[in-house]
Each structure stands twice: as C-alpha cells, then as structure tokens.
C-alpha cells in the first residue's frame, strides 16, 4: 500500500524496521522528513552501520556491482546496517533494478535498504518498486496542491504546539506559495517567537518575515525549479512593494555562481557530491540544483553570470536597459530554455 511520507513517520515507532523503503516524491521537504525518520527509527533500534550509494563524478547511476557485493557482505561489526540508494531521477535502469529486486527477494537479516527518489510518477514503478511494497513500505511525497496547503500548515503548526485562526494559517500559506521549506521555516521561527496564544492574521503579519532577503531566494528557487510564471509574479510583486534591483542580484548572483560551479564539475566528470558538501548544499536542495543543471549546459551557466553582470551595470545606471525587465528574462531563461531568445532581445 502506498503512504504519505507522514503516515510512513508515524509509522515507525510501532515495530522493528522492515527489510526495505522507498520514499520519492516531487516535495524535496516530505522526502527528506521522511527519510530522516527512517534513519532516526534506525539509531533507536541499533543500527550502528550505514552506507550510502549514489551515481558519482560522470556515472549516471551507482554503482551496482558495490551495491549487491554490500548486500552480500556481512556487518564488519555484527552490527546491523542501513543501506541508502539515492536515485535522484526515481529510475534504476535494467541492472539497478535487478539488485533491488534480487535484495527483496531475499533481504539479509542485518540490513535495511533505505530507498530515496528526487522525482516519481506513475511510469517510475515497475517490478522493483513492487518488489520493495511486498517487503516493506514505500511512500509518494506528491506536491501539496494549493487547496492542501492551508491544511498542512495546521498540522505542522500544531505539531510544534501552535496554534492559529483559519484566516492567520490562509496568509501564512498566501505568503509561502506552495514552497513547503519556506513554509517550514516560518513555522520553526513562529514556534520561538510566539507567546503561546492563538495566533491572528495580524500577529502572524508581525511575526512572518517580510525581509527582501527571504523573498529573493524564493524567485531563485522558482526559477531553478522551473516555475517561470511564479518567477514573473514574484518579481512584480517585489517591485511592486518597492524593492531594489541592486538589493536582489547580491543573491541571485551567488545562486548562479553556484551553479556554474556545479555545472563545471559535472562537465568534467567530476563528483558532483562532494561539490554539493564543498558548497554547503542541503540534501533536501539537491534534487533543486540536480533539475536545473539537466536544463542547461555548463557554457549557459556562465553566461547567466555574465548576463547578471549586465543587469547589474543597468541597475546603477550604467548601462541603457530597464534592469527589472532585464532580471525577469534572466531568470525566465533559467527556469525555461525556451526563454533564452529573451535574452537575445535584450541585447
């Protein structure tokens, strides 16, 4: 049977693990949440061992072969072992395939294999991902939809043990826009700062953040995550309340230096992993970085860095151009190769 990432939480504390989890979904926050307490049930119950495999440097899948003799291998401890297979594309291939099923077939006693996916649909599945249900568990972090959202920004808010009017919860998730981390975040920072009472629309106002900073990486998020009428939104609505170019490109710049960093190592072949950690990358951003870098090549990278750069010199007055216009094609063109002839217009 098929779980929400939560239920498969909730889940957890009722018995020893089970052989095998799959845990994908579009909703990096569930993902990671999930899978997090997948590996907290883990060190309550003993597990003193854990791998991880992962497609490395220029592979497009992890290592198979490492993967099964693993399986195959006992604990160098007699301890027991969590097992972790990030697929970030949700696709194993013919061969990953095989070794998952071959695993659940006959699971070894001292080991769990904890499965994560960065995408999922319906055509993801197949003969792995049943052969992991009849063993184990396996749960679909699906997008919240908007008419959701509202609903699960109560539970979490009750969760951390607040509460709040119908009308504060509907502003706090106008404000967030479907972003489940921001949402997330807001609802950590509110946990400290309120005093206990019920929360209204006007003291929700007073304590959400309304700093440009914030509101920057959202547009950034979006564009990398490919939402380019959210993009186009946001921006009218920061100008709108007044905001400044210059006091947006600090972040935007950084974002896309980032990237370009990334871009590089992947060109070359090289760990993308290990790059993520140099660039002090949250796992549960990854999938967010992976999805852009598969949209443009290294070469383009730079080039939204230079692009930038012109915005920029617009935005102090040194160059002719409209930056606001300017900025909202740059990052259409990230979130959509087709909107790259944008910026050959504005040259």
């Keep these: 049977m098929e779980l929400k990432p939560e239920q498969l939480a909730a889940q957890l504390d009722a018995g020893p693990l089970r052989p095998a989890y799959l845990i994908a979904g579009p909703e990096p926050l569930r993902v990671l949440e999930a899978a997090d307490a997948v590996r907290a ?7 003193a061992e854990r791998e991880v495999f992962e497609a490395e ?4 899948e992890p290592d198979w072969n490492a993967l099964a003799a693993s399986f195959r291998a006992p604990s160098l401890f007699a301890s027991r072992r969590l097992i972790e297979l990030r697929l970030p594309s949700g696709k194993p291939g013919k061969d990953g395939a095989e070794v998952i099923a071959e695993f659940c077939a006959d699971p070894p006693q001292d080991a769990t294999l904890l499965i994560t996916a960065g995408e999922w649909s ?5 003969k792995w991902s049943e052969a992991v249900a009849r063993v184990g568990q396996v749960a679909i972090a699906w997008a919240v939809k908007p008419h959701e959202l509202p609903d699960w920004i109560e539970r979490r808010l009750r969760a951390r043990g607040l509460r709040a009017g119908r009308d504060a919860v509907q502003r706090l998730a106008d404000r967030v826009e479907g972003n489940l981390l921001a949402a997330a975040q807001e609802i950590d920072k509110l946990a400290l700062l309120s005093d206990g009472g019920t929360l209204d629309v006007e003291r929700m106002e007073a304590l959400v953040a309304d700093a440009a900073r914030y509101d920057v990486f959202r547009v950034i998020d979006a564009a990398m995550n490919g939402q380019g009428a959210q993009v186009s939104r946001m921006l009218a609505g920061l100008r709108a309340e007044g905001e400044a170019v210059p006091g947006l490109l600090g972040m935007v710049v950084m974002e896309l230096q980032r990237t370009a960093a990334l871009a590089r190592v992947a060109a070359r072949g090289g760990n993308l992993a290990s790059e993520f950690k140099a660039q002090r990358i949250w796992d549960s951003k990854q999938p967010m970085y992976r999805r852009a870098l598969q949209r443009h090549e290294a070469a383009r990278w730079e080039t939204f860095v230079a692009e930038a750069g012109r915005v920029d010199r617009m935005a102090k007055g040194r160059e002719a151009g409209d930056a606001w216009v300017a900025l909202e094609r740059l990052l259409l063109a990230v979130a959509e190769p087709r909107a790259r002839r944008l910026l050959a217009v504005a040259h």
């Design 57 to 60: 440097g220029n592979q497009r």
């Design 122 to 126: 319906k055509q993801h599945g197949g």
């Design 41 to 47: 049930a883990a060190r309550r119950q003993g597990f």
